[in-house]
C-alpha cells in the first residue's frame, strides 16, 4: 500500500469498487441504495468524478459531501420528486439498487420468493426498478455473495436483464445498461458477446472457485481473473476520516 497505509479491508475494496462504478460519469445524479455504495459515491465525488451530483436522500441537492449520517452543511437546490424523474427518464442518472436475486442476464428480483400469485416471502415490491433499467445506467450491489441471490432464474423480474430488454425490441434496449454488479467476492459485468455475466475482478483473499460455488449458474470466467483495484493511502483516509469515520462500512461487509 503506497504512502505506508494500513492495509484495507474487504469493506474498503468494496466501497473502491463501488466507487469506480460512478468513475469520470460527469454532472449525473448519484443513486446509492444501501451503506457501502453511499460511500463508494461520495469517495468517487471527492476525488475523479468532482462533478457528480449528490443528494440528502431527500429532497435536496448537496454541494458538499458530509460524512455518512451527518447532516450536509450546503444545498444546491431541491430535487422534488417529479424532477428527480425527469432524470431517470433522460438518462442523467447512475443508480446502483440491490437485489434479492439476481440471474446470468442482469434479470433482478426484490419484488417476492417464490410463485408471483403465492409467493413464499414477500420482498419491497417492483418500486422504481423497470423504469431505473430502461432509462438510465443500472448497477448493482450485493453485500453477500451465495447461490440465493445469483440464481439461474428470477422468481419475478423486478430490474429488466439484457435478454428481457432484447426481446422487447429498441424501445427497451435502446437505453438499457447495466455497467457492473459488485458483491462482497468480486465485481462482475456483462461485456460478454452474449450479455451474460462475467467475472471481472475478485477481491484480495477470495478464489475463482469460492465466487463459482457462491454462483447458482455459469459466470464467464476469463482465463485470468484480476484482484480489485487496491484504495489508494488517499482515498482510505478520506474513507476513514472523511467520508465513514464510524465504520459503518465494516457492519454491512464484516472483516
Known amino acids: 500500500m503506497s504512502g505506508g497505509a494500513t492495509t484495507a479491508t474487504r469493506a474498503e475494496y468494496c466501497v473502491v469498487a463501488c466507487a469506480e462504478a460512478w468513475r469520470d460519469a460527469g454532472e449525473v445524479l448519484a443513486s446509492p441504495m444501501g451503506t457501502i455504495p453511499m460511500i463508494g459515491a461520495r469517495l468517487a465525488r471527492l476525488t475523479?468524478?468532482?462533478d457528480l451530483?449528490?443528494?440528502?436522500?431527500?429532497?435536496?441537492?448537496?454541494?458538499?459531501?458530509?460524512?455518512?449520517?451527518?447532516?450536509?452543511?450546503?444545498?444546491?437546490g431541491w430535487l422534488p420528486y417529479r424532477q428527480h424523474l425527469a432524470l431517470v427518464a433522460t438518462g442523467r442518472r447512475h443508480v446502483m439498487m440491490g437485489a434479492?436475486?439476481?440471474?446470468?442476464?442482469?434479470?433482478?428480483?426484490?419484488?417476492?420468493?417464490?410463485d408471483w400469485s403465492r409467493p413464499k416471502r414477500q420482498l419491497l415490491g417492483v418500486r422504481g426498478a423497470p423504469i431505473n433499467t430502461l432509462n438510465n445506467p443500472t448497477s448493482y450491489w450485493v453485500p453477500r455473495h451465495s447461490p440465493r441471490v445469483f440464481v439461474e432464474r428470477v422468481d419475478m423480474v423486478s430490474g429488466v436483464g439484457y435478454d428481457r430488454a432484447a426481446a422487447a425490441g429498441p424501445s427497451a434496449s435502446r437505453y438499457h445498461r447495466i455497467p457492473e454488479v459488485i458483491s462482497d467476492l468480486g465485481v462482475f459485468d456483462f461485456?460478454?458477446?452474449?450479455?451474460?455475466?462475467?467475472?471481472?475482478?475478485?477481491?484480495?483473499g477470495v478464489t475463482v472457485d469460492q465466487i463459482a460455488d457462491a454462483t447458482g449458474f455459469a459466470l464467464t470466467i476469463p482465463d485470468e481473473v484480476p484482484y480489485?483495484?487496491?484504495?489508494t493511502a488517499e482515498?482510505?483516509?478520506?474513507?476513514?476520516?472523511?467520508?465513514?469515520?464510524?465504520?459503518?462500512?465494516?457492519?454491512?461487509?464484516?472483516a
Open 53 to 76: 451530483l449528490l443528494t440528502d436522500g431527500e429532497a435536496l441537492l448537496i454541494g458538499d459531501v458530509p460524512a455518512v449520517g451527518a447532516t450536509a452543511q450546503v444545498v444546491e
Open 191 to 204: 461485456e460478454t458477446p452474449d450479455r451474460t455475466m462475467r467475472l471481472r475482478s475478485r477481491h484480495p
Open 228 to 231: 480489485t483495484r487496491e484504495p
Open 235 to 254: 482515498e482510505l483516509r478520506l474513507i476513514r476520516e472523511v467520508v465513514d469515520p464510524k465504520g459503518l462500512r465494516e457492519r454491512e461487509v464484516p
Open 48 to 50: 475523479f468524478s468532482p
Open 100 to 114: 434479492s436475486q439476481l440471474d446470468r442476464h442482469g434479470n433482478q428480483n426484490i419484488s417476492c420468493i417464490g
